[in-house]
């Protein structure tokens, strides 16, 4: 529970990431909670294309990509003895 209210801080929702001190501004940009409120905000409540938003939609894919890549270089499988 921990990860999510750090995550809850960093996207955007009690602060805006501009008013952040610059340690905390560069932090917010490693979460993609900040990303993933910009592209719902933009897409369900402004109506806005998702061609507009492919900066976020391209750092979803990247995490995911990085993400999926550290899972599998600590997934060791184990041999039947």
Excluded: Q
Excluded at 1 to 23: E, Y
Excluded at 43 to 60: C, I, N, Q
């Amino acid at each position: 529970i921990c990860g999510v209210v750090v995550a809850l801080n960093f996207s955007g929702m009690t602060t805006p990431p501009r008013s952040m001190p610059g340690g905390m501004f560069a932090t917010a940009h490693f979460f993609p909670a900040m990303y993933y409120r910009n592209v719902v905000l933009g897409t369900f409540l402004k109506g806005l294309d998702v061609r507009l938003l492919w900066r976020e939609v391209l750092y979803f894919a990247l995490y995911a990509a990085a993400a999926f890549a550290l899972c599998r270089s600590l997934f060791r499988k184990r041999t039947a003895a």
